[in-house]
T-cell receptor, first 112, second 110 residues
Framework: DAGITQSPRHKVTETGTPVTLRCHQT?????MYWYRQDPGHGLRLIHY???????DKGEVSDGYSVSRSKTEDFLLTLESATSSQTSVYFC???????????FGSGTRLTVV | KQEVTQIPAALSVPEGENLVLNCSFT??????LQWFRQDPGKGLTSLLL?????REQTSGRLNASLDKSSGRSTLYIAASQPGDSATYLC?????????FGTGTRLTVIP
């Protein structure tokens, strides 16, 4: 979707290294989310943000941290990547109102 | 915790058929319901968003209905095409999350 972009689109990294994924929005939405999608588990919420510097944990937050210093950017950091964090990561935005949720195109992360 | 279920899990139909995908949810205190499409290896594309005050929404060959009291939504696809082949997900918002259904994988055979 044009209003939300994720980078990088693909990444391969080694176990134990830190990794940062970026989500950028141009919709000025207050709420931003990071999900991971895995076969058999569907989409699971990692962290979300309800404003600049306001973040909270989702159901699978262990091993992940987030930061939001500007309305438009939401960063997801894998502090020390593990093979279990190999997944497709999606960012989403919402105005919690009439617009529903909009998802980014995803980042495919492989930890080797 | 909200639980969202979709039936059937997979569906294969010949081109041109009309079809219905079902979504049920356990907590009817929702303010909207959203239907998404996901192609293999791709992101989620929003198809239809139904506010709790609405009964249905239409977009082209797609029509989605919402019955909050019974905890059900249906997605109707008219005159299916091979390009409709994808996984369809329904989702309802919680306090700070979006609860997804298990998905229906649709295959439209030319």
């Amino acid at each position: 979707d044009a209003g939300i972009t994720q980078s990088p689109r693909h990444k391969v990294t080694e176990t134990g290294t830190p990794v940062t994924l970026r989500c950028h929005q141009t919709e000025n939405h207050r709420y931003m989310y990071w999900y991971r999608q895995d076969p058999g588990h569907g989409l699971r919420l990692i962290h979300y943000s309800y404003g600049v510097k306001d973040t909270d944990k989702g159901e699978v937050s262990d091993g992940y941290s987030v930061s939001r210093s500007k309305t438009e950017d939401f960063l997801l950091t894998l502090e020390s990547a593990t093979s279990s964090q190999t997944s497709v990561y999606f960012c989403a935005i919402s105005d919690r109102g009439l617009g529903g949720y909009t998802f980014g195109s995803g980042t495919r992360l492989t930890v080797v | 915790k909200q639980e969202v279920t979709q039936i059937p899990a997979a569906l294969s139909v010949p081109e041109g058929e009309n079809l219905v995908l079902n979504c049920s949810f356990t907590d009817s205190a929702i303010y909207n319901l959203q239907w998404f499409r996901q192609d293999p290896g791709k992101g989620l594309t929003s198809l239809l968003l139904i506010q709790s005050s609405q009964r249905e929404q239409t977009s082209g060959r797609l029509n989605a209905s919402l019955d909050k009291s019974s905890g059900r939504s249906t997605l109707y696809i008219a005159a299916s095409q091979p390009g409709d082949s994808a996984t369809y997900l329904c989702a309802v918002p919680g306090a700070n999350n979006l609860f997804f259904g298990t998905g229906t994988r649709l295959t439209v055979i030319p």
